[in-house]
Every structure is written in C-alpha cells, then in structure tokens.
C-alpha cells in the first residue's frame, strides 16, 4: 500500500497551492479518502475528506469555503485545492485512506508519509 503526497511547498498568504495523494494497492474507489495536516508543535487536525464517489466532500471550519477537494478514481488520485491560503495553513500535510467509503463514518486505515506546506511572506 503507498500513499504519496506532493505538492508542497512554500506559498505567500492569499495564494494558492495544490496537493495530490496518488495512490497503490488498495481499492482506492472503496474507499473515502481525507487530508489531516499538523502545524507546527501541534497535534493532527483533520482538514476535509469526500466519499468513494466525490458526491459528497466534507471541511473543517477552519478550511471551509478556501480549500476544494476532489478525487479521480481513474488515477486512484486525490487532489486539494488550496486557495486564499493563511500562515496558520502552515503544516505537514498527510493523505489518509478511510476505512469504508463514508469519511463520517468510520476512522483511518492508511497514510502517507506527508507533503510539508509553508504559508509565508
């Protein structure tokens, strides 16, 4: 099973940024699929997540309304995309396979290895 992020990278507040979790050896299309981030001497924080199909994608407050997230079964691919980023969008962000096809309906089971974001001037 491999979950690669990239993506990454430094942006300044008010840019954009998008990430890619590309994915092997599991049944990506059965599964829903998250981004959890953790800032710096902070702990995980769950970001967004969206169901097997992408019918239905889910945010936290905190990201509401500025990041977007979709998936391509096809590429067993999953993408955020980060818009109107802020220094507080600072973190290693981490691809997590759910472990059934609903995000709110169960925990994780896979993840990657992380991409690192940095908001800054």
């Known amino acids: 099973v491999q979950l690669v992020e990239s993506g990454g990278g430094l942006v300044q507040p008010g840019g954009s940024l998008r990430l890619s979790c590309a994915t092997s050896?599991?049944?990506?299309?059965?599964?829903?699929m998250n981004w959890v981030r953790q800032a710096p001497g902070k702990g995980l924080e769950w970001v967004s997540g969206?169901?097997?199909?992408?019918?239905?994608?889910f945010y936290g407050d905190a990201v509401k309304g500025r990041f977007t997230l979709s998936r391509d079964n096809a590429k067993n691919t999953m993408y955020l995309e980060m818009d109107s980023v802020k220094p507080e969008d600072t973190g290693v962000y981490y691809c997590?396979?759910?472990?059934?096809?609903?995000?709110?309906?169960?925990?994780?089971?896979?993840w990657g290895q992380g991409t690192q974001v940095t908001v800054s001037s």
């Open positions: 969206i169901d097997t199909d992408g019918s239905n994608a």
């Open positions: 997590v396979a759910s472990l059934c096809g609903y995000v709110l309906a169960c925990g994780f089971g896979y």
């Open positions: 050896g599991f049944s990506f299309s059965s599964n829903g």
